[in-house]
């Protein structure tokens, strides 16, 4: 099957490696998703077209921005159908991805499918990321369409190694969300870097947070989170 052209087109714009091999890992990945879609629902995106934009490429972009993936220990929270871990993986051998999603369903599609496409820098978990105990063990730490900013910044924190980012793919109401967790992450030393994506008709921003030093958090669940903001 052919790679869509729009795709190449952009991937080619954030200049980002593109061989043989990764088209037909890619395409395979495809066909794996939307078979398991048709009786786990995994996403409401189907069409060739739209998963190799919003699922595949909108997972790459996190390559076109100044953190480094070599040799790094990467933490995708809430990774349903293995998005953006899993495409990252594939593009970077020497990534360690540890992928955490709490819907069984989704975490047995990725096990899967890592499987077939002889993925082996992948580990998928089925958990809550509050119920990991992995504290200042990744350098990176990646999130999309889970929770707002506010709470991300503070499920992503304490396992984040100081020195390391936070790297979260957000939509139109990226400043809304800024506002909203300015004065957390004021008070954690964040520094952020903001990425535009103009992939399709939908605005798209990565929301880079480098971890400057560390402050121990007590552990909160995602509900004492959302009800209860740090500041």
């Given at each position: ?56 490429l909108d997972s790459l972009s996190l390559m076109s921005v100044d953190v480094s993936l070599a040799n ?29 999603e709490s819907t069984g369903k989704k975490v047995d599609f990725q096990k899967q499918l890592i499987k ?116």
């Amino acid at each position: 099957m052919k790679t869509p052209e729009e795709f190449l087109q952009k991937l080619k714009q954030l200049m980002l490696p593109w061989t043989d091999t990764f088209a037909e890992v890619f395409d395979q990945f495809y066909l794996e998703l939307v078979e398991y879609n048709t009786h786990t629902n995994l996403t409401r995106i189907s069409s060739k077209e739209d998963v190799y934009i919003k699922h595949f490429l909108d997972s790459l972009s996190l390559m076109s921005v100044d953190v480094s993936l070599a040799n790094q220990r990467l933490l995708d929270i809430g990774s349903g159908a293995g998005f953006p871990g899993i495409p990252l993986a594939i593009m970077n051998p020497t990534l360690h991805v540890t992928s955490v999603e709490s819907t069984g369903k989704k975490v047995d599609f990725q096990k899967q499918l890592i499987k077939r496409l002889n993925v082996t820098n992948v580990t998928p978990i089925h958990t809550r990321v509050e119920e990991l105990k992995n504290e200042d063990s990744f350098d990176i730490i990646t999130s999309r369409a889970v929770a707002r900013l506010p709470i991300l910044v503070e499920l992503a924190y304490r396992l984040l190694k100081t020195g390391g980012s936070m790297v979260f793919l957000k939509g139109p109401k990226l400043q809304e969300e800024l506002v909203l967790s300015e004065k957390t992450c004021a008070r954690l030393g964040l520094e952020l870097s903001i990425y535009p994506m103009n992939f399709d008709e939908t605005s798209r921003f990565l929301a880079v947070f480098k971890k400057t030093t560390h402050i121990p958090l007590k552990t909160r669940s995602f509900g004492q989170i959302k009800k209860n903001p740090l500041w």
